[in-house]
């Protein structure tokens, strides 16, 4: 079950210390997305610990507070999933920041969460088809299984090949206006 909390409430809430700023989940997430035969595709990653395909990305470490941790976040991130260094092949652009409250599977309760979510763009200035280029990180990942998914696969919660998808991807999609369900 999903919870959207809006964010001035949150913020209230946080304020009022009725959940402090320190127990608040707070993670970067990477929309890396193609059109593919009429249809939009998204980059998505396997994560072993959860059994399922989640956007790349993780959580804000303390030591990236200030005032662009999850910039920070999203950067490192993507090095240590893709093993893309990003000095002159990346551009980020924050989309938007969603705050809500969802279930924890780790830890079997409902936490706040404070995500931050940047639109990716690989290769900027290299004349080549863009497309080309986007479909070929899936090959990058030193670490895990990259897949683009569909967004009939993540509405259903499941790719064709019958991996799950995680419910954060859909959700936060949801609250982008990417998907409907």
């Known amino acids: 079950m999903l919870l ?7 913020n209230l809430l946080e304020k009022f210390r009725l959940f402090p700023r320190r127990s608040t989940t707070r993670a970067a997430f ?14 998505l990653q396997w994560n072993p ?7 790349i990305g993780g959580k804000v470490q303390v030591d990236e ?12 991130e993507i090095k240590e999933e893709m093993g893309v260094d990003l000095e002159r092949v990346m551009v980020e652009q924050e989309i938007k920041q969603i705050r809500l409250w969802q279930f924890s599977e780790r830890e079997k309760r409902m936490k706040p969460y404070h995500f931050s979510i940047f639109a990716i763009q690989f290769f900027p200035d290299l004349p080549v088809d863009r497309q080309t280029v986007t479909r070929s990180l899936r090959w990058l990942s030193s670490k895990q299984e990259n897949a683009y998914v569909s967004q009939r696969e993540i509405s259903g919660l499941q790719t064709d090949s019958g991996k799950p998808v995680s419910k954060t ?9 990417e998907i409907s369900v």
């Open 65 to 76: 507070d200030g005032e662009n941790e999850f910039e920070g976040a999203i950067r490192r």
């Open 169 to 177: 991807v859909r959700r936060i999609l949801v609250e982008l206006g």
């Open 30 to 43: 990477a929309l890396i997305a193609i059109d593919h035969e009429g249809e939009r595709q998204y980059l």
């Open 49 to 55: 610990k959860w059994h399922c395909y989640n956007f």
């Open 4 to 10: 959207n909390i809006e964010f001035p409430l949150f």
